[in-house]
Protein backbone atom coordinates (compact mmCIF):
# COMPACT_ATOMS: atom_id res chain seq x y z
CA UNK A 1 0.00 0.00 0.00
CA UNK A 2 1.16 3.63 -0.79
CA UNK A 3 2.44 5.94 1.80
CA UNK A 4 -0.72 8.58 3.33
CA UNK A 5 -0.16 11.52 2.16
CA UNK A 6 3.10 14.15 3.60
CA UNK A 7 0.05 16.62 4.72
CA UNK A 8 -0.78 14.18 7.22
CA UNK A 9 -4.54 13.68 5.56
CA UNK A 10 -4.92 17.15 5.09
CA UNK A 11 -7.05 18.05 1.86
CA UNK A 12 -4.50 19.17 -0.55
CA UNK A 13 -5.10 22.60 -1.95
CA UNK A 14 -4.67 20.31 -5.50
CA UNK A 15 -8.16 18.66 -4.58
CA UNK A 16 -9.69 21.24 -6.62
CA UNK A 17 -8.32 23.18 -9.53
CA UNK A 18 -5.50 24.98 -8.74
CA UNK A 19 -2.51 26.44 -10.14
CA UNK A 20 0.77 28.53 -8.07
CA UNK A 21 -0.16 31.78 -10.91
CA UNK A 22 -2.98 33.46 -12.41
CA UNK A 23 -3.42 32.10 -16.15
CA UNK A 24 -2.10 34.29 -18.74
CA UNK A 25 -4.80 35.81 -20.44
CA UNK A 26 -4.07 33.84 -24.15
CA UNK A 27 -3.90 30.71 -22.02
CA UNK A 28 -7.05 30.82 -20.05
CA UNK A 29 -8.81 27.77 -21.33
CA UNK A 30 -9.07 24.97 -18.79
CA UNK A 31 -7.08 22.35 -20.32
CA UNK A 32 -6.34 18.45 -19.02
CA UNK A 33 -3.67 16.69 -20.85
CA UNK A 34 -3.86 13.27 -20.96
CA UNK A 35 -0.72 10.90 -20.77
CA UNK A 36 0.40 7.31 -20.68
CA UNK A 37 4.24 8.52 -19.66
CA UNK A 38 5.56 12.04 -18.49
CA UNK A 39 9.12 12.50 -18.62
CA UNK A 40 9.78 15.44 -16.27
CA UNK A 41 13.01 14.41 -14.49
CA UNK A 42 15.44 11.52 -14.16
CA UNK A 43 14.20 10.67 -10.84
CA UNK A 44 10.56 10.31 -11.70
CA UNK A 45 10.28 7.04 -13.83
CA UNK A 46 6.84 7.91 -15.46
CA UNK A 47 7.88 7.40 -19.15
CA UNK A 48 9.75 5.09 -22.08
CA UNK A 49 10.93 7.18 -24.17
CA UNK A 50 10.50 9.96 -26.69
CA UNK A 51 6.28 9.99 -26.15
CA UNK A 52 7.07 10.84 -22.41
CA UNK A 53 10.11 13.02 -22.91
CA UNK A 54 7.71 15.55 -25.45
CA UNK A 55 5.12 15.52 -22.38
CA UNK A 56 8.00 16.77 -20.04
CA UNK A 57 8.74 19.27 -22.11
CA UNK A 58 5.07 20.63 -22.78
CA UNK A 59 4.35 20.71 -19.06
CA UNK A 60 8.04 22.32 -18.06
CA UNK A 61 6.53 25.29 -21.20
CA UNK A 62 3.01 25.03 -19.93
CA UNK A 63 4.28 26.15 -16.28
CA UNK A 64 6.65 28.89 -17.68
CA UNK A 65 3.95 30.45 -19.94
CA UNK A 66 1.07 30.36 -17.16
CA UNK A 67 -1.18 27.95 -19.22
CA UNK A 68 -3.93 26.75 -17.16
CA UNK A 69 -3.49 23.17 -18.04
CA UNK A 70 -2.74 19.99 -15.80
CA UNK A 71 -1.43 16.69 -16.64
CA UNK A 72 -2.97 13.76 -16.11
CA UNK A 73 -0.95 10.73 -16.18
CA UNK A 74 -0.19 7.07 -14.25
CA UNK A 75 1.88 6.39 -11.31
CA UNK A 76 3.89 3.58 -12.38
CA UNK A 77 5.18 1.17 -9.27
CA UNK A 78 7.72 -0.31 -11.54
CA UNK A 79 8.24 2.08 -14.10
CA UNK A 80 8.78 1.02 -17.77
CA UNK A 81 12.02 -1.53 -16.03
CA UNK A 82 15.20 -0.46 -15.40
CA UNK A 83 17.93 -1.77 -18.15
CA UNK A 84 20.77 -3.92 -16.91
CA UNK A 85 23.28 -6.46 -18.23
CA UNK A 86 23.17 -9.92 -17.90
CA UNK A 87 26.54 -11.93 -17.03
CA UNK A 88 27.96 -11.84 -21.05
CA UNK A 89 26.71 -7.72 -20.72
CA UNK A 90 23.79 -8.23 -23.14
CA UNK A 91 20.55 -6.77 -21.92
CA UNK A 92 18.68 -7.46 -18.74
CA UNK A 93 15.33 -6.73 -17.85
CA UNK A 94 14.79 -5.82 -14.30
CA UNK A 95 11.99 -4.40 -12.66
CA UNK A 96 12.30 -2.69 -8.97
CA UNK A 97 9.51 -0.98 -7.14
CA UNK A 98 9.87 3.14 -7.05
CA UNK A 99 8.83 5.51 -4.26
CA UNK A 100 8.60 9.15 -4.83
CA UNK A 101 8.40 11.33 -1.27
CA UNK A 102 7.81 14.34 -3.39
CA UNK A 103 4.12 13.17 -4.82
CA UNK A 104 1.49 14.39 -2.36
CA UNK A 105 -1.83 12.52 -1.92
CA UNK A 106 -4.76 14.60 -3.49
CA UNK A 107 -7.18 13.52 -1.29
CA UNK A 108 -9.34 12.38 -4.39
CA UNK A 109 -10.29 9.15 -5.00
CA UNK A 110 -12.90 7.94 -7.94
CA UNK A 111 -14.28 4.74 -8.78
CA UNK A 112 -14.00 3.19 -12.60
CA UNK A 113 -15.67 -0.54 -13.55
CA UNK A 114 -13.42 -2.89 -15.05
CA UNK A 115 -14.36 -6.02 -16.49
CA UNK A 116 -16.16 -8.05 -13.80
CA UNK A 117 -15.14 -5.43 -10.92
CA UNK A 118 -17.86 -2.49 -10.73
CA UNK A 119 -15.81 -0.15 -8.69
CA UNK A 120 -12.14 -0.44 -8.71
CA UNK A 121 -10.47 2.27 -6.82
CA UNK A 122 -8.76 5.11 -8.38
CA UNK A 123 -6.09 7.07 -6.61
CA UNK A 124 -4.67 10.62 -7.58
CA UNK A 125 -1.22 11.76 -6.42
CA UNK A 126 -0.31 15.22 -7.70
CA UNK A 127 3.69 16.50 -8.65
CA UNK A 128 3.38 20.02 -7.65
CA UNK A 129 4.78 22.69 -10.26
CA UNK A 130 7.26 24.11 -7.92
CA UNK A 131 8.88 20.72 -7.77
CA UNK A 132 10.35 20.06 -10.88
CA UNK A 133 9.11 23.10 -12.65
CA UNK A 134 5.99 21.96 -14.33
CA UNK A 135 2.22 22.37 -14.52
CA UNK A 136 0.16 20.44 -11.89
CA UNK A 137 0.30 16.65 -12.85
CA UNK A 138 -2.06 13.75 -11.54
CA UNK A 139 -0.64 10.58 -11.51
CA UNK A 140 -3.15 7.54 -11.19
CA UNK A 141 -2.51 4.76 -9.21
CA UNK A 142 -5.12 1.26 -8.73
CA UNK A 143 -2.54 0.33 -6.03
CA UNK A 144 -4.35 1.40 -3.29
CA UNK A 145 -6.22 -0.07 0.05
CA UNK A 146 -9.86 -1.74 -0.78
CA UNK A 147 -8.74 -3.15 -4.55
CA UNK A 148 -8.14 -6.81 -5.37
CA UNK A 149 -4.99 -8.17 -6.05
CA UNK A 150 -5.57 -7.90 -9.43
CA UNK A 151 -6.96 -4.32 -9.67
CA UNK A 152 -4.16 -3.20 -7.44
CA UNK A 153 -1.51 -4.26 -10.35
CA UNK A 154 -3.01 -2.17 -13.01
CA UNK A 155 -0.43 0.59 -12.75
CA UNK A 156 2.43 -1.90 -11.98
CA UNK A 157 4.07 -1.87 -15.43
CA UNK A 158 4.06 1.10 -18.44
CA UNK A 159 3.37 -0.63 -21.38
CA UNK A 160 2.08 -3.89 -19.38
CA UNK A 161 2.56 -7.27 -21.63
CA UNK A 162 -0.43 -8.84 -20.80
CA UNK A 163 -3.04 -7.60 -23.19
CA UNK A 164 -5.96 -7.68 -20.87
CA UNK A 165 -4.24 -5.34 -18.31
CA UNK A 166 -2.96 -2.92 -21.03
CA UNK A 167 -7.05 -2.43 -21.80
CA UNK A 168 -7.98 -1.95 -18.22
CA UNK A 169 -4.41 0.64 -17.86
CA UNK A 170 -6.15 2.69 -20.51
CA UNK A 171 -9.50 2.53 -18.91
CA UNK A 172 -8.02 3.95 -15.77
CA UNK A 173 -6.12 6.61 -17.71
CA UNK A 174 -9.08 7.72 -19.34
CA UNK A 175 -12.17 7.10 -17.65
CA UNK A 176 -10.60 7.24 -14.33
CA UNK A 177 -8.31 10.31 -15.45
CA UNK A 178 -12.03 12.26 -16.55
CA UNK A 179 -13.38 11.66 -13.29
CA UNK A 180 -10.50 13.13 -11.16
CA UNK A 181 -11.20 16.15 -13.73
CA UNK A 182 -14.41 16.53 -12.82
CA UNK A 183 -13.54 16.08 -9.09
CA UNK A 184 -10.98 19.18 -9.64
CA UNK A 185 -14.20 21.18 -11.04
CA UNK A 186 -14.15 20.07 -15.04
CA UNK A 187 -12.07 21.42 -18.25
CA UNK A 188 -13.00 22.95 -21.64
CA UNK A 189 -10.08 21.15 -23.06
CA UNK A 190 -9.50 17.24 -23.28
CA UNK A 191 -6.49 16.56 -24.83
CA UNK A 192 -5.28 12.91 -25.57
CA UNK A 193 -1.52 12.61 -26.42
CA UNK A 194 -1.63 9.49 -28.35
CA UNK A 195 -4.77 6.98 -28.13
CA UNK A 196 -4.34 4.89 -24.90
CA UNK A 197 -6.36 7.37 -23.22
CA UNK A 198 -9.45 6.63 -25.78
CA UNK A 199 -12.20 5.92 -23.06
CA UNK A 200 -12.33 9.35 -21.95
CA UNK A 201 -13.56 10.34 -25.15
CA UNK A 202 -16.71 8.14 -25.00
CA UNK A 203 -17.19 8.93 -21.37
CA UNK A 204 -17.01 12.48 -21.99
CA UNK A 205 -19.65 11.94 -24.57
CA UNK A 206 -22.06 10.08 -22.55
CA UNK A 207 -22.13 12.93 -19.92
CA UNK A 208 -23.32 15.22 -22.33
CA UNK A 209 -21.16 17.94 -21.43
CA UNK A 210 -19.91 20.51 -23.62
CA UNK A 211 -16.51 20.29 -23.97
CA UNK A 212 -13.80 20.18 -26.64
CA UNK A 213 -11.80 16.88 -27.09
CA UNK A 214 -8.65 16.93 -29.18
CA UNK A 215 -6.06 14.33 -30.50
CA UNK A 216 -2.23 14.23 -30.99
CA UNK A 217 -1.31 11.04 -33.02
CA UNK A 218 2.16 10.34 -32.77
CA UNK A 219 3.41 7.16 -34.97
CA UNK A 220 2.90 5.53 -38.22
CA UNK A 221 3.89 2.34 -37.05
CA UNK A 222 1.05 -0.36 -36.53
CA UNK A 223 2.48 -1.26 -32.81
CA UNK A 224 1.68 2.60 -32.05
CA UNK A 225 -1.77 2.30 -33.46
CA UNK A 226 -3.51 0.22 -30.82
CA UNK A 227 -6.56 -2.32 -32.76
CA UNK A 228 -8.34 -4.54 -29.99
CA UNK A 229 -11.25 -6.49 -30.75
CA UNK A 230 -14.35 -4.57 -29.85
CA UNK A 231 -16.86 -7.16 -28.10
CA UNK A 232 -13.98 -7.55 -25.50
CA UNK A 233 -13.38 -3.76 -25.15
CA UNK A 234 -17.31 -3.73 -24.19
CA UNK A 235 -17.05 -6.63 -21.95
CA UNK A 236 -14.27 -4.64 -20.27
CA UNK A 237 -15.93 -1.56 -19.73
CA UNK A 238 -13.72 0.12 -22.45
CA UNK A 239 -16.40 2.33 -23.57
CA UNK A 240 -18.02 3.68 -19.70
CA UNK A 241 -20.77 1.51 -19.82
CA UNK A 242 -21.76 -1.77 -22.11
CA UNK A 243 -22.77 -1.00 -25.31
CA UNK A 244 -25.82 -2.48 -27.46
CA UNK A 245 -25.16 -4.64 -30.07
CA UNK A 246 -26.02 -1.39 -32.52
CA UNK A 247 -23.99 1.07 -30.56
CA UNK A 248 -20.75 -1.07 -30.20
CA UNK A 249 -21.22 -1.62 -34.63
CA UNK A 250 -21.18 2.06 -35.31
CA UNK A 251 -17.78 2.30 -33.32
CA UNK A 252 -16.22 -0.48 -34.70
CA UNK A 253 -13.41 0.48 -37.24
CA UNK A 254 -12.41 -2.66 -38.92
CA UNK A 255 -14.74 -5.51 -38.95
CA UNK A 256 -14.91 -6.53 -35.52
CA UNK A 257 -12.03 -4.57 -34.32
CA UNK A 258 -11.18 -0.98 -32.64
CA UNK A 259 -8.76 1.27 -33.95
CA UNK A 260 -7.84 3.49 -31.39
CA UNK A 261 -6.10 5.98 -33.63
CA UNK A 262 -9.08 5.99 -36.23
CA UNK A 263 -11.70 6.20 -32.97
CA UNK A 264 -9.95 9.17 -31.64
CA UNK A 265 -10.04 11.33 -34.75
CA UNK A 266 -13.52 10.72 -35.19
CA UNK A 267 -14.24 12.12 -31.73
CA UNK A 268 -11.95 14.69 -31.33
CA UNK A 269 -13.14 18.17 -32.85
CA UNK A 270 -9.27 18.74 -33.79
CA UNK A 271 -6.35 16.63 -34.12
CA UNK A 272 -2.82 17.25 -35.11
CA UNK A 273 0.24 14.96 -36.27
CA UNK A 274 3.57 15.99 -35.06
CA UNK A 275 5.38 17.01 -37.98
CA UNK A 276 4.55 18.35 -41.43
CA UNK A 277 5.61 15.07 -43.01
CA UNK A 278 3.49 13.21 -40.10
CA UNK A 279 0.59 15.00 -41.35
CA UNK A 280 0.33 13.95 -44.77
CA UNK A 281 1.36 10.98 -43.81
CA UNK A 282 -0.99 10.42 -41.43
CA UNK A 283 -3.82 11.56 -43.85
CA UNK A 284 -3.30 8.65 -46.51
CA UNK A 285 -2.75 5.88 -43.76
CA UNK A 286 -6.05 7.07 -42.92
CA UNK A 287 -8.20 8.43 -45.59
CA UNK A 288 -10.63 5.60 -46.10
CA UNK A 289 -12.21 5.77 -42.95
CA UNK A 290 -14.70 8.45 -42.30
CA UNK A 291 -14.26 11.06 -40.18
CA UNK A 292 -11.14 11.15 -39.63
CA UNK A 293 -9.77 14.02 -42.33
CA UNK A 294 -9.14 16.83 -39.51
CA UNK A 295 -5.35 16.38 -38.88
CA UNK A 296 -3.07 19.03 -38.76
CA UNK A 297 0.30 19.24 -38.01
CA UNK A 298 1.79 20.84 -34.70
CA UNK A 299 5.90 19.64 -35.00
CA UNK A 300 6.81 17.78 -31.52
CA UNK A 301 9.55 20.35 -29.47
CA UNK A 302 11.58 20.07 -26.87
CA UNK A 303 12.13 22.56 -23.78
CA UNK A 304 15.59 24.46 -24.33
CA UNK A 305 16.26 25.23 -20.33
CA UNK A 306 15.93 21.42 -19.51
CA UNK A 307 18.14 20.34 -22.36
CA UNK A 308 20.21 22.89 -23.54
CA UNK A 309 23.91 22.99 -21.76
CA UNK A 310 24.62 26.90 -20.07
CA UNK A 311 27.64 26.89 -21.13
CA UNK A 312 27.03 26.06 -24.48
CA UNK A 313 24.24 28.19 -25.13
CA UNK A 314 26.33 31.16 -23.64
CA UNK A 315 29.05 30.08 -26.72
CA UNK A 316 26.15 30.29 -29.28
CA UNK A 317 24.98 33.84 -28.05
CA UNK A 318 28.41 34.81 -28.30
CA UNK A 319 29.37 32.60 -31.65
CA UNK A 320 32.31 31.98 -29.76
CA UNK A 321 33.94 28.98 -31.31
CA UNK A 322 36.69 28.69 -29.01
CA UNK A 323 34.58 29.19 -25.68
CA UNK A 324 32.37 26.03 -27.36
CA UNK A 325 35.14 23.99 -28.41
CA UNK A 326 36.64 24.00 -24.54
CA UNK A 327 32.88 23.24 -23.10
CA UNK A 328 32.27 20.38 -25.61
CA UNK A 329 36.08 18.90 -24.43
CA UNK A 330 34.17 19.10 -21.04
CA UNK A 331 31.13 17.28 -21.89
CA UNK A 332 32.71 14.62 -24.02
CA UNK A 333 35.13 14.18 -20.95
CA UNK A 334 32.24 13.94 -18.67
CA UNK A 335 30.52 11.36 -21.51
CA UNK A 336 33.69 9.57 -21.47
CA UNK A 337 33.76 8.71 -17.89
CA UNK A 338 30.69 6.79 -18.26
CA UNK A 339 31.84 5.05 -20.86
CA UNK A 340 34.79 4.09 -19.11
CA UNK A 341 32.29 3.02 -16.14
CA UNK A 342 30.03 0.98 -18.27
CA UNK A 343 32.00 -0.75 -20.74
CA UNK A 344 36.24 -0.37 -19.03
CA UNK A 345 36.98 1.66 -22.56
CA UNK A 346 38.77 5.08 -22.77
CA UNK A 347 37.69 7.32 -25.35
CA UNK A 348 39.52 10.31 -26.34
CA UNK A 349 37.86 14.16 -26.67
CA UNK A 350 39.67 14.80 -29.41
CA UNK A 351 37.77 12.32 -31.93
CA UNK A 352 35.17 12.58 -33.47
CA UNK A 353 32.42 10.58 -31.57
CA UNK A 354 29.18 9.21 -33.22
CA UNK A 355 26.11 8.48 -31.14
CA UNK A 356 22.95 6.80 -32.28
CA UNK A 357 20.10 6.96 -29.04
CA UNK A 358 16.34 6.33 -29.15
CA UNK A 359 14.23 3.34 -28.24
CA UNK A 360 15.29 0.63 -30.09
CA UNK A 361 13.17 -0.58 -32.56
CA UNK A 362 13.50 -2.94 -36.26
CA UNK A 363 12.72 0.37 -38.40
CA UNK A 364 15.20 2.78 -36.53
CA UNK A 365 17.73 0.68 -37.90
CA UNK A 366 20.23 0.89 -35.36
CA UNK A 367 23.00 -1.15 -36.61
CA UNK A 368 22.68 0.25 -40.41
CA UNK A 369 26.31 0.94 -40.19
CA UNK A 370 27.26 -2.59 -40.38
CA UNK A 371 25.29 -3.96 -43.39
CA UNK A 372 28.21 -3.12 -45.02
CA UNK A 373 30.68 -5.27 -42.58
CA UNK A 374 33.73 -4.26 -44.65
CA UNK A 375 33.07 -0.78 -44.84
CA UNK A 376 32.09 -0.49 -41.01
CA UNK A 377 35.57 -2.24 -40.47
CA UNK A 378 37.46 0.41 -42.55
CA UNK A 379 35.59 3.13 -40.71
CA UNK A 380 36.19 2.06 -37.25
CA UNK A 381 40.14 1.42 -38.25
CA UNK A 382 40.37 4.61 -40.41
CA UNK A 383 43.62 6.62 -38.76
CA UNK A 384 43.23 10.17 -40.68
CA UNK A 385 39.20 10.31 -39.47
CA UNK A 386 39.71 8.27 -36.62
CA UNK A 387 35.77 7.78 -34.87
CA UNK A 388 34.11 6.74 -31.87
CA UNK A 389 30.67 5.30 -32.27
CA UNK A 390 28.11 4.66 -28.86
CA UNK A 391 24.86 3.09 -28.99
CA UNK A 392 22.63 3.37 -26.29
CA UNK A 393 18.42 2.94 -25.95
CA UNK A 394 15.83 0.44 -24.58
CA UNK A 395 14.02 -1.74 -26.52
CA UNK A 396 10.54 -2.97 -25.54
CA UNK A 397 11.15 -5.53 -23.42
CA UNK A 398 8.58 -7.89 -25.11
CA UNK A 399 10.65 -6.86 -28.61
CA UNK A 400 12.67 -9.75 -28.81
CA UNK A 401 13.65 -8.14 -32.61
CA UNK A 402 15.06 -4.96 -31.47
CA UNK A 403 16.44 -7.06 -28.28
CA UNK A 404 18.32 -9.00 -30.71
CA UNK A 405 19.83 -5.89 -32.45
CA UNK A 406 20.77 -4.41 -28.92
CA UNK A 407 22.64 -7.71 -27.92
CA UNK A 408 24.30 -8.14 -31.98
CA UNK A 409 25.64 -4.35 -30.95
CA UNK A 410 27.12 -5.54 -27.69
CA UNK A 411 28.71 -8.70 -29.14
CA UNK A 412 30.33 -7.00 -31.99
CA UNK A 413 31.38 -4.26 -29.77
CA UNK A 414 32.92 -5.89 -26.87
CA UNK A 415 36.05 -6.19 -28.05
CA UNK A 416 36.57 -3.07 -29.84
CA UNK A 417 37.82 -0.10 -27.77
CA UNK A 418 36.29 2.79 -29.96
CA UNK A 419 32.86 1.32 -29.80
CA UNK A 420 30.53 1.15 -26.83
CA UNK A 421 27.26 0.35 -26.11
CA UNK A 422 25.49 1.44 -23.52
CA UNK A 423 22.42 0.71 -20.95
CA UNK A 424 19.83 2.80 -18.97
CA UNK A 425 19.07 5.24 -21.09
CA UNK A 426 16.97 7.44 -19.55
CA UNK A 427 17.16 11.68 -19.40
CA UNK A 428 20.67 11.90 -17.34
CA UNK A 429 22.31 9.26 -20.01
CA UNK A 430 20.26 11.29 -22.82
CA UNK A 431 21.20 14.25 -21.84
CA UNK A 432 25.32 13.32 -21.36
CA UNK A 433 25.14 11.70 -25.02
CA UNK A 434 23.52 14.97 -26.75
CA UNK A 435 26.08 17.11 -24.99
CA UNK A 436 29.03 14.89 -25.71
CA UNK A 437 28.67 13.46 -29.13
CA UNK A 438 29.74 15.76 -32.23
CA UNK A 439 27.37 13.67 -34.57
CA UNK A 440 23.87 12.31 -33.77
CA UNK A 441 22.98 9.98 -35.94
CA UNK A 442 19.67 9.25 -37.02
CA UNK A 443 18.47 6.55 -39.78
CA UNK A 444 14.78 5.54 -39.53
CA UNK A 445 13.64 3.87 -42.77
CA UNK A 446 11.68 7.05 -44.61
CA UNK A 447 8.43 7.90 -43.75
CA UNK A 448 8.25 5.78 -40.35
CA UNK A 449 9.58 8.89 -38.46
CA UNK A 450 6.70 10.42 -37.14
CA UNK A 451 9.02 13.56 -35.35
CA UNK A 452 12.22 12.12 -33.69
CA UNK A 453 12.94 14.89 -31.11
CA UNK A 454 16.22 13.85 -29.59
CA UNK A 455 17.94 15.32 -32.41
CA UNK A 456 16.30 19.05 -31.42
CA UNK A 457 18.22 18.64 -28.56
CA UNK A 458 21.26 17.16 -29.77
CA UNK A 459 21.23 20.32 -32.20
CA UNK A 460 20.56 22.36 -28.87
CA UNK A 461 24.23 21.23 -28.01
CA UNK A 462 26.64 21.48 -30.44
CA UNK A 463 25.72 18.06 -31.81
CA UNK A 464 25.64 18.00 -35.87
CA UNK A 465 22.61 15.71 -37.18
CA UNK A 466 23.35 13.15 -39.76
CA UNK A 467 20.18 12.20 -40.80
CA UNK A 468 17.35 10.72 -43.04
CA UNK A 469 15.06 13.09 -44.62
CA UNK A 470 12.14 12.47 -42.11
CA UNK A 471 9.98 13.47 -39.21
CA UNK A 472 10.83 16.89 -38.57
CA UNK A 473 13.94 16.89 -40.74
CA UNK A 474 12.51 18.13 -43.43
CA UNK A 475 11.35 21.49 -41.31
CA UNK A 476 14.88 22.08 -40.04
CA UNK A 477 17.27 21.09 -42.30
CA UNK A 478 19.86 22.65 -44.45
CA UNK A 479 22.04 19.93 -46.03
CA UNK A 480 25.81 20.70 -45.30
CA UNK A 481 24.90 24.16 -43.44
CA UNK A 482 22.90 23.39 -40.52
CA UNK A 483 22.88 18.74 -40.83
CA UNK A 484 24.20 16.58 -43.49
CA UNK A 485 21.03 14.72 -44.77
CA UNK A 486 21.13 11.79 -46.75
CA UNK A 487 19.59 11.63 -49.98
CA UNK A 488 15.89 10.36 -50.26
CA UNK A 489 15.36 6.21 -50.82
CA UNK A 490 12.18 5.51 -52.55
CA UNK A 491 10.14 4.25 -49.22
CA UNK A 492 8.15 1.92 -51.91
CA UNK A 493 11.01 -0.32 -52.62
CA UNK A 494 11.85 -3.31 -51.22
CA UNK A 495 12.98 -2.48 -47.03
CA UNK A 496 16.06 -4.86 -48.25
CA UNK A 497 16.69 -2.40 -51.00
CA UNK A 498 16.19 0.71 -48.96
CA UNK A 499 18.62 -0.67 -46.27
CA UNK A 500 21.10 -1.10 -48.79
CA UNK A 501 20.85 2.27 -50.60
CA UNK A 502 20.88 3.94 -47.50
CA UNK A 503 24.19 2.30 -46.04
CA UNK A 504 25.78 3.03 -48.88
CA UNK A 505 24.58 6.54 -48.62
CA UNK A 506 25.45 7.34 -44.92
CA UNK A 507 29.07 5.89 -45.67
CA UNK A 508 29.11 8.00 -48.69
CA UNK A 509 28.27 11.29 -46.40
CA UNK A 510 30.01 10.01 -43.32
CA UNK A 511 33.88 9.78 -45.39
CA UNK A 512 33.70 12.16 -48.01
CA UNK A 513 31.62 15.14 -45.77
CA UNK A 514 31.19 14.83 -42.09
CA UNK A 515 34.34 13.90 -40.75
CA UNK A 516 36.62 15.61 -43.83
CA UNK A 517 35.19 18.54 -42.10
CA UNK A 518 35.40 17.95 -38.87
CA UNK A 519 38.87 17.42 -39.02
CA UNK A 520 39.60 19.59 -41.84
CA UNK A 521 37.74 22.72 -41.78
CA UNK A 522 36.99 23.04 -37.90
CA UNK A 523 35.74 26.74 -39.02
CA UNK A 524 33.08 25.33 -41.58
CA UNK A 525 32.19 22.51 -38.58
CA UNK A 526 31.61 25.39 -35.92
CA UNK A 527 29.78 27.25 -38.78
CA UNK A 528 27.72 24.01 -38.89
CA UNK A 529 26.80 23.98 -35.30
CA UNK A 530 26.07 27.87 -34.78
CA UNK A 531 24.09 27.64 -37.96
CA UNK A 532 21.98 24.75 -36.10
CA UNK A 533 21.52 25.99 -32.65
CA UNK A 534 19.91 29.12 -34.50
CA UNK A 535 17.38 26.93 -36.65
CA UNK A 536 16.76 24.80 -33.49
CA UNK A 537 15.82 27.41 -31.13
CA UNK A 538 13.15 29.13 -30.91
CA UNK A 539 11.43 27.44 -33.40
CA UNK A 540 12.01 24.16 -32.09
CA UNK A 541 11.28 24.56 -28.46
CA UNK A 542 8.06 23.42 -26.56
CA UNK A 543 7.37 27.17 -25.61
CA UNK A 544 6.49 27.68 -29.26
CA UNK A 545 4.73 24.09 -29.51
CA UNK A 546 2.76 24.83 -26.60
CA UNK A 547 1.50 28.30 -27.70
CA UNK A 548 0.69 26.81 -31.00
CA UNK A 549 -1.96 24.02 -29.20
CA UNK A 550 -3.43 26.57 -27.58
CA UNK A 551 -3.93 28.62 -30.70
CA UNK A 552 -4.81 26.25 -33.15
CA UNK A 553 -6.29 23.20 -30.98
CA UNK A 554 -7.72 24.01 -28.11
Not at 74 to 81: I, Q, V
Not at 219 to 246: A, C, I, M, V, W
Request: hydrophobic content about 35%.
Amino acid sequence: MRETSPINGAISKFATWYHPYRPAKEFKKRTAYFSMEFAVHQGLKTYSGGLGFLAGSHMRSAFELKQNLIGIGMLWKYGYYDQGRKKDRTQQTNFIEKNYSFLEDSGLEVEVPIHNNPAVKVRAYVLRPEVFGSAPLYFLTTDVEGNDYLSRTITDYLYDSNEETRVAQSIILGIGGAKIVEALGGADVYHLNEGHGLPAFYYLRDTGKEVHKVFTTHTPEKGGNEERNGHHLNQFGFFGRRLSDYELQKELTNGDSLNYTVAALRLAAKANAVSKLHAKVSKKMWESFEGTDKIIPITNAQHQGFWQDKDIRRAWRKKDANMLRRRKWALKSKLFEEVLHQTGKVFDPDIATIVWARRFAGYKRADLLLYDAARFEKLITNTKYPVQIIWAGKPYPMDFGAIDIFNNLVYRTKYTPNLAVLTGYEIELSRQLKTGSDIWLNTPRITREASGTSGMTAAMNGSVNLSVNDGWMPEFAKNGKNSFILPEVDHTLPISEQDRMDCTQLYEVLEHQVLPIFYEDKEKWHQIVFKAMSDVVPAFTSARMATQYYEELY
